[in-house]
C-alpha cells in the first residue's frame, strides 16, 4: 500500500518555465490537497479537491493551476516558474474534508526556480 | 477569516523533560484538532488527534488537551527523548471545510 505518492521528488526549473507535479493516492480518498512549505510558514494551502471532477482555491493559489480529472489523481501545474515558487510542494489526501479525518501526506517535492 | 496560531516557535528541551505547544484557534465551530510531527526531509504524520467532545487524550508519552471554551488546545510530550526532535503543526477543522494549520514548533531535544 503506497499511500500518496509524488513525482518528481527534485527539479530545478528556470525562470518563465512551465511543469507539472503529479500526485497519485491508493486509498480511494474523496478529498486531496497541494501545500506549499516555506521556512518559517508552515503549511499553505494552495488548492483542493472535494472529489473528481473538482477544484477549488486555497490559501495562496496565484500562479499555479490544479486538475482532477481521476479520483486517484491531482496535478499540479505551474503556468510560467517564477523563483518566489521555490519552495517544498506536499500533496495530502483525506477521506472527507474536515472533521475526524487526518490527512495523509506524500513526501513532498523539493522545486527550485532560477 | 480562520486562524491557528501556535506557539512556541522554537522550544529546547533536555532530554527526559516534558515540552509543551500550545495552539488558539479562531472558528468557534472547529471540532476536530490534529497534531502533525515532521521530521528533517520528511512527511507530516499525525501523532495524535483529539475532538471537541473530548477534554483529553493520551497515547504513551503524548497527551493533547482541549479547552472549548478558551478555543485551545495543547500538546504534552514527556520524558522527552533525541527523536521526538522534529517540527510540530497543530491544525483545526470543522466537518467539510479545509484543514487549517500552524505556523509550527521546532522541538530540539538536547541528550
Known amino acids: 500500500n503506497a499511500g500518496v505518492t509524488q513525482t518528481p521528488k527534485f527539479r530545478v526549473l528556470k525562470t518563465g518555465q512551465s511543469m507539472t507535479l503529479l500526485c497519485a493516492q491508493d486509498?480511494?480518498?474523496?478529498?486531496m490537497y497541494w501545500y506549499r512549505q516555506d521556512p518559517g510558514m508552515g503549511l499553505r494551502l494552495i488548492h483542493y479537491s472535494v472529489g473528481e471532477g473538482t477544484t477549488a482555491k486555497g490559501e495562496v493559489p496565484d500562479g499555479y493551476n490544479v486538475s482532477r480529472l481521476k479520483k486517484q489523481n491531482f496535478l499540479l501545474g505551474l503556468e510560467s516558474a517564477a523563483p518566489s515558487q521555490t519552495s517544498v510542494y506536499f500533496c495530502?489526501?483525506?477521506?472527507?474534508?474536515?472533521?475526524?479525518?487526518?490527512?495523509?501526506f506524500g513526501d513532498g517535492t523539493r522545486l527550485s526556480i532560477l | 477569516g480562520e486562524n491557528v496560531e501556535q506557539h512556541p516557535s522554537t522550544l529546547s528541551v533536555q532530554e527526559g523533560d516534558s515540552a509543551v505547544i500550545k495552539c488558539t484557534y479562531s472558528?468557534?465551530?472547529?471540532?476536530?484538532f490534529p497534531w502533525y510531527k515532521q521530521e528533517l526531509g520528511k512527511r507530516p504524520q499525525l501523532i495524535i488527534d483529539?475532538?471537541?467532545?473530548?477534554g483529553e487524550k493520551k497515547d504513551q508519552r503524548i497527551a493533547v488537551t482541549l479547552n472549548k471554551t478558551a478555543k485551545h488546545f495543547s500538546l504534552h510530550i514527556t520524558e522527552t527523548q533525541p527523536e521526538d526532535s522534529a517540527v510540530y503543526f497543530c491544525?483545526?477543522?470543522?466537518?467539510?471545510?479545509?484543514?487549517?494549520f500552524g505556523a509550527g514548533t521546532r522541538l530540539f531535544v538536547k541528550a
Open positions: 491544525a483545526a477543522s470543522k466537518e467539510g471545510f479545509k484543514t487549517i
Open positions: 495530502a489526501s483525506s477521506t472527507t474534508g474536515g472533521s475526524n479525518q487526518p490527512q495523509h
Open positions: 486509498m480511494n480518498h474523496e478529498y
Open positions: 483529539i475532538r471537541s467532545n473530548v
Open positions: 472558528d468557534s465551530a472547529s471540532n476536530y
